[in-house]
């Protein structure tokens, strides 16, 4: 009887263990909703990271080369619709990104003037 009853209360005892762990991999699958908040905090991120190179390319053009500045209001107009349709709701972050992409790659910034 002995050992029937060892069994007995071993077998209960895995059973409380896998209720428990099941419960935390039901966790943590609901804790899955918060990664699309980190993405979108991540691409404002990158956005702000791009803004903040094309300005900085811009003075620095613009403090090379006083008289050649045909392209330079070009951006600065660009960045600012940009900017505004994004705090309007115009336009999504992907979208955003995307064209902030086009305007890097029309000035040859590449990821390290980035940062």
Do not use: W
Request: glycine share 2%; hydrophobic share 45%; no cysteine.
């Amino acid at each position: 009887m002995d050992p029937v009853m060892s069994l007995l209360i071993s077998g209960i005892v895995a059973a409380i263990i896998l209720v428990m762990l099941n419960k935390q991999q039901v966790s943590k699958v609901s804790n899955n909703i918060y990664t699309d908040d980190v993405q979108q905090l991540y691409l404002l991120t990158t956005a702000e990271y791009k803004i903040n190179a094309l300005e900085n390319k811009q003075q620095l053009t613009r403090d090379k080369i006083e008289s050649k500045t045909t392209a330079l209001p070009e951006v600065e107009l660009e960045i600012a619709q940009l900017t505004q349709a994004f705090n309007e709701g115009k336009i999504h972050l992907s979208e955003l990104n995307s064209k902030l992409d086009t305007l890097l790659n029309k000035f040859n910034i590449d990821g390290a003037e980035i940062l």
